[in-house]
T-cell receptor, first 115, second 115 residues
């Protein structure tokens, strides 16, 4: 069964460093998302991406964040200068094009720890 | 205002018994979708079940069923014949057409199944 994959599964970084989180969405999906879950809290939307551009972003997704689909398979989230409060689990998700009933499938997540 | 409300932070259930997880939602859209995801301690988000706002019948997927009461704006998840492997966090989420199809999550309910 097709699945969303994410790498790395865990990342530890120093405050101020850049990190790139990688995702490979399900191959025939067209819509891509990043969500964040701070430990013990609910999952929060960061950004949605369609047709090679951002379609919506939350207030969390400030200038320190960027997304890219560098080739036909990868979808990346970059944090330019990490802060302590960026420590969280980051989920990538993708969905097809059947509209409202289309399920978003999540990757296993990348657990980011900023020291 | 919260779009998704899950009022039960934690629940205990005896193995083989059924458990109901509450979820209420708030939307002015006529067309929306409701989802339940399971998050075990390993952290991944596993899709369980979907209910569309126009679906007249309650969704079922194996031991999972969704008790959809549209007038009350509730979408409770029922897990029948609980198993030890059902111990996890459960999130209710909603997708609205007016919200670019991104998911809005509730705070989650932790379910612990006792042998």
């Amino acid at each position: 069964e097709p699945e969303v994959t994410q790498t790395p599964s865990h990342q530890v970084t120093q405050m101020g460093q850049e990190v790139i989180l990688r995702c490979v969405p399900i191959s025939n999906h067209l819509y891509f998302y990043w969500y964040r879950q701070i430990l013990g809290q609910k999952v929060e939307f960061l950004v949605s991406f369609y047709n090679n551009e951002i379609s919506e972003k939350s207030e969390i997704f400030d200038d320190q964040f960027s997304v890219e689909r560098p080739d036909g398979s990868n979808f990346t989230l970059k944090i330019r200068s990490t802060k302590l409060e960026d420590s969280a689990m980051y989920f990538c998700a993708s969905r097809g094009d059947r509209g409202l009933e289309e399920t978003q499938y999540f990757g296993p997540g990348t657990r980011l720890l900023v020291l | 205002a919260q779009k998704i409300t899950q009022t039960q932070p934690g629940m205990f259930v005896q193995e083989k018994e059924a458990v109901t997880l509450d979820c209420t939602y708030d939307t002015s859209d006529q067309s929306y979708g409701l989802f339940w995801y399971k998050q075990p301690s390993s952290g991944e988000m596993i899709f369980l079940i979907y209910q569309g706002s126009y679906d007249e019948q309650n969704a079922t997927e194996g031991r999972y069923s969704l008790n959809f009461q549209k007038a009350r704006k509730s979408a409770n998840l029922v897990i029948s014949a609980s198993q030890l492997g059902d111990s996890a966090m459960y999130f209710c989420a909603m997708r609205e057409r007016s919200n670019d199809y991104k998911l809005s999550f509730g705070a989650g309910t932790t379910v612990t199944v006792r042998a």
